[in-house]
């Protein structure tokens, strides 16, 4: 488990670290640096993703690893200056949001349906350059580590990094089976 001190956000000179995690299916050699997601409904689009909890990586890890029945956790430090942050930012929020929703309307002013997460982010690729390395997004998270029933309290916290070159540090932190 992380150490407190290792989940805050750490000001070193004049950019800002953050300790992530990025969890994959073992391999038989270690990863040199984070794996690209290509999928077509990954939320934020093509880019490395990293959770900030450790137990969101491992709960990922059990849930979505399942080819080799072992899963890897990777730990980054990475410079979230010039992140676009959804999540404890007010003003980037209501940014995001209307972004959202003026991308939502565009589309289905042409289609005449919702669109989906692949059509926004596909959407985004194509017109929406706003500058930002990454993205730091939540959702809540649905999972037997909460400990009280029915109430989703914590926020499950997950990074986009669409520029490798805030990444830092990326190391082999854990290994489990599922």
């Not at 934020?44 to 059990?62: P, S, V």
């Not at 589309?107 to 390395?133: A, H, L, M, S």
């Not at 029915?150 to 669409?162: D, E, G, H």
Request: include cysteine.
């Amino acid at each position: 488990m992380a150490k407190p001190e290792e989940l805050k956000w750490q000001k070193i000179g004049t950019s800002t670290l953050k300790i992530m995690y990025h969890t994959q299916e073992r391999r038989n050699e270690l990863l040199k640096s984070p794996i690209l997601c290509k999928k077509e409904n990954a939320w934020l689009g093509e880019g490395y993703y990293f959770w900030k909890e450790e137990i969101d990586a491992i709960m990922w890890g059990h849930n979505s690893k399942r080819k080799t029945e072992c899963f890897q956790i990777y730990k980054a430090d990475i410079d979230c200056e010039n992140i676009l942050d959804t999540v404890f930012n007010e003003e980037q929020y209501d940014f995001w949001i209307k972004q959202i929703e003026k991308a939502a309307k565009q589309i289905i002013k042409k289609t005449e349906i919702k669109p989906t997460v692949r059509e926004i982010n596909q959407y985004f690729k194509d017109r929406g350059k706003w500058g930002y390395d990454g993205i730091l997004f939540q959702d809540l998270p649905h999972s037997d580590d909460l400990l009280i029933v029915n109430f989703n309290y914590r926020k499950r916290i997950q990074l986009v990094v669409y520029e490798l070159r805030i990444i830092h540090r990326f190391e082999l932190y854990l290994e489990q089976k599922r």
